[in-house]
């Protein structure tokens, strides 16, 4: 089993920055790759980012934008979501995800998940 805590949340103002940390633990070695999705209210699972755990593959989703990077610190086994500019349209739940075979932007195929992150931007 694999477990994710993200941190990094909390409530800004229209053009400000934040970086979501999620620190994986259990069976890390298992982990292939891992990523963000975002979930506004109302709104379905958004992929923003995934990185595989060798930080060799990067891959942006429709939901990412300038001023959004995703990094990986293999040694500390946390992925970072540094996210600048940040508009109200950004309001979600952050959530952080791990696939243990794959690399992709598809949410059905994360087997783990944390429990999210709560960003919120006031204009």
């Known amino acids: 089993q694999v477990q994710l805590v993200e941190s990094g949340g909390g409530l800004v103002q229209s053009g400000d920055s934040l970086r979501l940390s999620c620190v994986a633990s259990?069976?890390?070695?298992?982990?292939?790759?891992m990523g963000w999705f975002r979930r506004a209210p109302g709104k379905e699972h958004d992929f923003v980012a995934a990185?595989?755990?060798?930080?060799?593959?990067?891959d942006y989703g429709d939901a990412a934008k300038d001023g959004l990077t995703i990094s990986s610190d293999v040694a500390r086994n946390t992925i970072y979501l540094q996210m600048n500019s940040l508009e109200p349209e950004d309001t979600a739940v952050y959530y952080c995800a791990a696939d243990s075979v794959r690399f992709s932007r598809g949410f059905l195929n994360y087997d783990y998940w944390g429990q999210g992150t709560q960003v919120t931007v006031s204009s």
């Open positions: 990185i595989t755990t060798s930080g060799g593959h990067i």
């Open positions: 259990g069976r890390t070695s298992s982990i292939y790759a």
